[in-house]
């Protein structure tokens, strides 16, 4: 019967894998624009993409698909392709089914949750197939953009690597080098200390591992300690995460709250995951912290880990890194960090920093877009700064989300800058894209200050909707905004 069973499982899987298979080549068919087949029949405007990750990657086959000529500038080498995934662990994969993250329509994923070398793979496909290989400088740092007498952008005024554009795609993404907080006493610790980066190859078998952090990385390194038959894992949080399953219709049903922010409503979301999924881990779930606050993690097994008994997860802070481990302040639930507890010598011999990585720094845009009450990611579409239309900041600026990930969204934005440079008369005047601002905290008037440290899927489209109804002028661009379709010309 178990075998039966088994075999009907599989059957409905590979079945569920094909029709996904045949959907995404049409998508492919429907969506994808064609490269132009040379540079010279492109007479759309010349644009700067600051980041070979998947998001600059991804935006430049969107502006040479529709007739624009690029240039892709990223401080780091050729092996850095792909951005934060060319420097994860092997081991790494999506925490999201990858209908979530078909970062272009010409991307063809062959399984729900692909690992980073396929990840890799399909953007250095992506990357080849329009052409970008010409495109692209390696090791080009940007230090300065700003504009000209003719409303251009210079980038690195005054060095070897000056040049002219009609606009700037900021695309340095939310990871840049790995976080390693200094603890105090890790220089006494007896064993190995490393980053959750650094994990790749380590023998972690038969050992005792503890992970520090809370976060999407302290689950991967967790998952990849259990694989490797740790003797235990411990997890050291400072705060409670959500976390959800990874199922693409829980997710996406829980990114549909167009609000974007915590509802009266919310405990109703907020109850279905506390009831189903964490069950007999009520402790895990946080006790004040709403489902729509922070960026939740994906994952089905970190539960089923503890519950079994190969992981343990602990609440509280740091007190001081010993010789055979951690020192740690367990604290009950409710009670915030930094507040009483009791002391846990946490024994390990494999310390793990799953500390996440420093938000790459946007130093080289203009000083004044980081001014309040209208900076970051208090922008027009959270990535356009008021006064620079021009600028178009993707997957760059955000704090919290929830819903896919380097979607759809990446073409919208690119193509939304296009219109912008084609047809001057979408472009929006500054006291308009501040009204915009203010109108988005005015919706969000219960935390009018924190509108847009969070958002959803489902907020998100709202806003490009809100976008191209506000100006008849942009009525006409619509269907290309949204689907790509038409010349830009």
Not at 319 to 333: A, K, M, S, W
Not at 340 to 365: Q, S, Y
Not at 383 to 407: D, K, Q, W
Not at 414 to 439: A, N
Request: glycine content about 8%.
């Amino acid at each position: 019967m178990t075998l039966l069973i088994q075999s009907i499982s599989e059957s409905v899987s590979a079945l569920i894998n094909f029709i996904y298979e045949i959907l995404q080549k049409l998508v492919v068919y429907l969506f994808s624009p064609r490269p132009a087949p040379s540079s010279h029949n492109r007479k759309g405007p010349r644009l700067a993409i600051i980041g070979a990750g998947i998001s600059g990657v991804s935006a430049a086959a969107h502006c040479v698909g529709h007739g624009c000529d690029v240039v892709i500038l990223e401080k780091h080498p050729r092996k850095n392709l792909g951005g934060i995934w060319s420097r994860v662990n092997s081991t790494s994969s999506l925490q999201i089914y990858s209908v979530m993250y078909r970062f272009h329509p010409s991307i063809v994923w062959h399984k729900g949750y692909p690992n980073r070398q396929r990840i890799l793979e399909e953007v250095e496909k992506l990357w080849k197939g329009y052409g970008l290989q010409s495109k692209t400088r390696f090791e080009t740092p940007v230090t300065s953009i700003e504009r000209d007498s003719k409303q251009r952008w210079v980038i690195n005024h005054g060095s070897e690597s000056e040049d002219v554009f009609d606009a700037v795609i900021v695309a340095i993404g939310t990871c840049g080098e790995p976080k390693m907080p200094n603890f105090p006493g890790s220089e006494n610790f007896g064993g190995r200390i490393l980053h959750s980066s650094e994990l790749d190859g380590v023998d972690v078998s038969g050992k005792k591992v503890v992970v520090v952090g809370g976060g999407a990385s302290a689950i991967e390194a967790v998952e990849y300690a259990v694989s490797g038959h740790a003797k235990m894992v411990d997890i050291l949080a400072r705060a409670s995460k959500w976390i959800i399953p990874r199922n693409v219709i829980v997710d996406a049903i829980l990114s549909m709250n167009i609000f974007g922010y915590e509802t009266s409503l919310s405990f109703i979301p907020e109850f279905l995951p506390r009831c189903f999924f964490y069950r007999d881990l009520q402790d895990l779930a946080p006790q004040s912290k709403g489902l729509y606050t922070s960026t939740p993690m994906c994952n089905n097994q970190i539960l089923s880990q503890i519950r079994a008994g190969k992981a343990r997860w602990f609440r509280g802070d740091i007190q001081t890194f010993e010789q055979n481990g951690i020192l740690f302040n367990v604290r009950d639930r409710g009670v915030p960090p930094g507040g009483p507890g009791l002391k846990k010598l946490i024994d390990g011999e494999i310390i793990v920093l799953a500390t996440g990585f420093h938000r790459p720094d946007p130093h080289f845009m203009p000083e004044e877009v980081f001014k309040p009450p209208y900076a970051p990611p208090a922008w027009y579409l959270q990535t356009f700064p008021p006064e620079y239309p021009r600028v178009c900041a993707i997957n760059s600026m955000y704090i919290n989300a929830l819903g896919t990930v380097g979607h759809v969204h990446i073409g919208w934005y690119t193509r939304t800058l296009l219109m912008f440079l084609v047809d001057p008369s979408t472009m929006p005047k500054p006291e308009e894209m501040k009204r915009w601002v203010d109108f988005t905290r005015f919706l969000k008037a219960c935390s009018p200050e924190k509108a847009f440290d969070f958002f959803t899927y489902s907020e998100m489209m709202l806003w490009f909707v809100e976008c191209i109804l506000w100006k008849p002028q942009r009525w006409s661009w619509a269907i290309f905004i949204f689907l790509g379709w038409g010349n830009l010309l």
